[in-house]
């Protein structure tokens, strides 16, 4: 809604550059967020990719400010969606190091649908507060929600570490 509402760019160009760009730059951003977690290890690539993630909405609101600006719209979505791409991948690296490998479907299942609940409760308020506040102040303030949740990950980071070093015994035994 925003890239037609705010700057004003047609349901074409949105559909060209969401679906299209969009698409790649997800499965680039996942590919890449893969490799780059096997490097990386799960904390460094849940930290840097929500960083990432979460400075992607600046990019939403340089482009509220700049207003119909389509390289600015094509960057924007690019970053976005790569940075979700990335993100997902360690996310989901996440949710399975969490799971018991003995009921590992009905874990990830249920971890997968309690994600999904802030989308839920947050993505009705949010229409009313970017109406509200304008769209610039709105990306800048989704920026700013980002930021407890990147803080919860500091400081649950020796969790999140025993995690890997779990991880990494477990493959050890499983790969001679």
């Not at 970017?130 to 800048?140: C, K």
Request: proline share 3%; hydrophobic share 55%.
């Amino acid at each position: 809604a925003f890239l037609i509402r705010g700057p004003g760019f047609s349901i074409g160009e949105v559909g060209a550059i969401n679906k299209g760009l969009g698409l790649i730059a997800t499965i680039l951003g996942a590919l890449y967020g893969g490799v780059m977690l096997a490097r990386m290890g799960l904390y460094r690539s849940l930290m840097i990719f929500g960083i990432l993630q979460a400075i992607s909405n600046l990019s939403f609101m340089v482009l509220a400010y700049v207003g119909k600006v389509y390289s600015m719209m094509v960057a924007a979505v690019a970053f976005e969606n790569l940075a979700g791409g990335m993100g997902t991948a360690a996310f989901v690296a996440f949710l399975m190091a969490l799971c018991d490998h003995r009921y590992t479907a009905t874990q990830f299942a249920l971890l997968s649908a309690l994600a999904s609940l802030g989308r839920i409760f947050v993505g009705p308020p949010s229409g009313y507060l970017s109406h509200e506040v304008g769209w610039v102040i709105f990306f800048f303030v989704t920026f700013l929600a980002a930021l407890p949740g990147l803080a919860l990950l500091y400081k649950m980071r020796r969790h999140v570490l025993s995690l890997e070093q779990l991880q990494d015994v477990s493959d050890k035994h499983s790969n001679p």
